[in-house]
């Protein structure tokens, strides 16, 4: 049974830290391409970070660009989000999916691509 499932999420003041966490199973994960994604309410799914799990390719978007930082460690199946300095923008629910056969950049910018697995989502809000 394929499944992602993300945590991590939460409730955090304007500047502070969340590492989300995106553990894959079911497939083969070294093949894919895992991507973090969001959406707030009334906006448009986002692409925000993506990492090809076969040579470890990343793509960032300009939005969180020196903020964010993605990871895997490819023993635990698992991709990683490391949020620093969150700002109330970035509140959205943050969704991982999965994709084979894509480079990470088109992972992130391409709504046209095919994700073949998603995760629940997990939601993360940024307020004081």
């Known amino acids: 049974q394929v499944q992602l499932v993300e945590s991590g999420g939460g409730l955090v003041q304007p500047g502070g830290s969340l590492r989300l966490s995106c553990a894959a199973s079911?497939?083969?994960?070294?093949?894919?391409?895992i991507g973090w994604f969001r959406q707030a309410p009334g906006k448009e799914r986002e692409g925000v970070s993506c990492?090809?799990?076969?040579?470890?390719?990343?793509y960032v978007a300009d939005s969180v660009k020196g903020r964010f930082t993605i990871s895997k460690d490819s023993a635990k199946n698992t991709v990683y989000l490391q949020m620093n300095s969150l700002k109330p923008e970035d509140t959205a629910v943050y969704y991982c999916?999965?994709?084979?056969?894509?480079?990470?950049?088109?992972?992130?910018?391409?709504?046209?691509?095919?994700?073949?697995?998603w995760g629940q989502g997990t939601q993360v809000t940024v307020s004081s």
């Open positions: 079911g497939f083969t994960f070294y093949k894919y391409v």
């Open positions: 999916a999965a994709a084979p056969l894509a480079t990470s950049r088109a992972m992130c910018t391409n709504p046209g691509l095919n994700k073949n697995y």
């Open positions: 990492i090809s799990s076969s040579d470890g390719s990343t």
